[in-house]
């Protein structure tokens, strides 16, 4: 991770649940060989499997004094909270790290790297702090030039934040790639850049650049996939988050969508004192199909459910009642795999390249787009 | 403006055009008294009148030194440039207006106060520098607490960037005002804010916070209002500034919409060598609509029309046109007034005044959001 393997200590204190260590959850998932150590002093002596159902044998532990014997050298803040400032206690906890030359990793909206009392600490002792979500320094702005690749894009969209449209992009990712199929990731957010080792965090780029940056990474990530898979953000009904859910959908130009929903979730939570009603998912997927058609027109393929918080048998029935309702192949990528997901969109990709090879993609770009302007329809 | 009366030279070299000096003729038509000279070489000697039809015998001066004799005391940027970079040839310009000790106000993405050259100098003349778009500190996430305002937001949206939101926004307060009612402006625009002495520039927020911000602006204004105007940003069609659009308008949680659209224009410019059709006003309101019925559900009231193109007989038969289509009445506020936006408004308000007193406002907002949570209902 960030330039070489690193012995991670993931810092969850009081907060090591699959609800409340997102980043923690994802980092264990996907980077499990790294992790020496979970800090929480509330769950100590446990182990990750038996906190959060992934991680093994990874310890939880009450302290960096404790991280320490297992050989840790780098803390990762492993929470993602609203509002991304760090959390006055960990404050102690961080600068001890320092202390002991670790690097940090975080996510927070907060640039750890920019306060002087830290910056200084990691002066003295020679540690590195990495804050994932500083943006790019670059300005630029989305023209759908993502909609020219030659690559199928596919966005993970979500009923709501924090419902696992991360993963599901991940899952997807790696099971295209098991059927041959040339798939790369695009991390829109902190933890999926603490993963992927790229990416842009695009909730914090200013707003009138949040597309472009979606734009130039799914452009790049473009050049060597057949497949590109979009992590999601936000959601367009989250009065809060829905400028960044359509910054992404607009910047990335998808043609097929995957819609992210937590099985059983009938409230939006918007803040701590509100939240809202959900509506119901064929709702979520009209508004998302709308909203993407604004630029280009995409297709929902798949329902990833994220079943979590229930038994095997209520999972089975919440997967067909929402295939029903739906009529789309629905899985829960984690607790299954993501075989259906992935039959969906390889089956999309291969009717388009169908489409393609008949018609000329060329022409099938300029018959829909009667009026595009002639420097495109020329390229 | 910014916290006492000014001189203002207005820098738009080479560009002191309707179509390309947006901010110059914003800051000319709402704040004719402050502004001493514009300037452009390219059309020294000039009135603004002549230029861009507002600001009467304001004089179009060369440079700096020739400003200097109308008494300037500081330099306005008077563009607002896709990118939101400093043109290199402006910067000269910049330089010797901080050398004579003059202020500056930008509305650039990038800001000048952080560049040490530009710093230097402004600390060596005693000359300060304001960058209206560098956004506040704070990181509020919208939550839709603009819904629980007493006074009734009305939202002004585009159907491209440039057609005139800002102006049908000031030109609506103030026949608003003139008819008694207490209406306010919530600026989310570098040009706003250099008019209005206050707001946010929404499109440099990190995209997490957009809609927060303006969340805060429309809570703080409606305090003293009985109708918030708030300026739209972006446009849903544009793939760039999609986000952003969507951010203002989910954090206001307008009740009304007016919607702004250049006459004539049936392109959106997207970047330099790439602009896609627009599509017809009809498809621009019912997507709007759509789009606030996320969250909260608005009604298109009114048709604000930029004729800015059109001699007067074109521009009456692209209102009458329009107003045929949409079934709203349509007007060109800089043309011809605001009357009928305002009588379109004020009959919304007042339906709205009468329904509440009717039923009681908060049962409504209960019976039309059924499912909220208890502290919101029991407010």
């Known amino acids: ?22 980043t923690a959850v994802g980092v264990l998932r996907y980077r499990t060989d790294e992790v020496a150590a ?3 002093s509330a769950r100590a002596g446990a182990t990750a499997a038996a906190c959060v159902s992934v991680g093994g044998n990874v310890p939880v532990v009450a302290g960096i004094e404790a991280a320490a014997l297992h050989g840790c050298d780098t803390l990762l803040l492993g929470i993602a909270p609203q509002g991304g400032e760090l959390p006055p206690s960990w404050r102690a906890v961080v600068c001890e790290a320092l202390a002991r030359g670790w690097d940090i990793v975080s996510g927070l909206h907060v640039f750890l790297a920019d306060d ?22 670059g300005r630029p702005v989305a023209a759908r030039r ?10 993970t969209i ?7 449209k991360m993963t599901a992009s991940l899952e997807l990712v790696e099971a295209l790639r098991g059927r041959g199929v040339r798939a790369s990731f695009v991390a829109t957010g902190q933890t999926g850049i603490m993963i992927a080792d790229h990416g842009v965090a695009i909730d914090a780029v200013a707003a009138d650049f949040a597309a472009g940056e979606v734009e130039r990474l799914v452009v790049a990530a473009a050049r060597d996939s057949e497949v590109v898979v979009v992590e999601g953000q936000g959601a ?29 979730r009938t409230r939006l939570r918007v803040a701590d004192d509100v939240d809202v ?29 994220n079943t979590l918080d229930l038994g095997e048998a209520a999972a089975r029935a919440a997967c067909d009642a929402v295939g029903r309702e739906l009529q789309l192949p629905v899985s829960d990528p984690v607790r299954w795999g993501a075989a259906p997901l992935t039959d969906a ?35």
């Open 38 to 40: 979970v800090i929480d």
């Open 146 to 155: 993502a909609m020219d690749v030659d690559a199928m894009v596919v966005l």
């Open 345 to 379: 969109v390889v089956a999309a990709w291969e009717r388009r390249r169908q489409q393609r090879t008949t018609d000329g993609w060329r022409t099938t770009l300029i018959a829909r787009d009667e009026g595009s302007s002639p420097e495109r329809n020329m390229a």
């Open 116 to 137: 002087p009392g830290l910056a200084l600490l990691a002066r003295t002792s020679g540690s590195r702090i990495f804050d994932v979500r500083r943006p790019p320094a």
């Open 236 to 264: 367009l009904h989250h009065p809060g988050y829905s400028g960044v859910a359509l910054a992404v959908m607009h910047g990335a130009c998808p043609e097929a969508l995957v819609l992210c929903h937590w099985a059983g």
């Open 277 to 305: 009603p959900l509506p119901p998912l064929a709702e979520v997927r009209a508004a998302a199909e709308q909203a993407a058609a604004w630029v280009r027109p995409a297709a929902t393929v798949a329902v990833a459910l």
């Open 1 to 22: 991770m960030l330039g070489r393997p690193r012995r991670l200590a993931l810092l969850a204190e009081q907060s090591f649940s699959p609800r409340d260590a997102k």
């Open 158 to 164: 979500g009923s709501d934040c924090n419902v696992g």
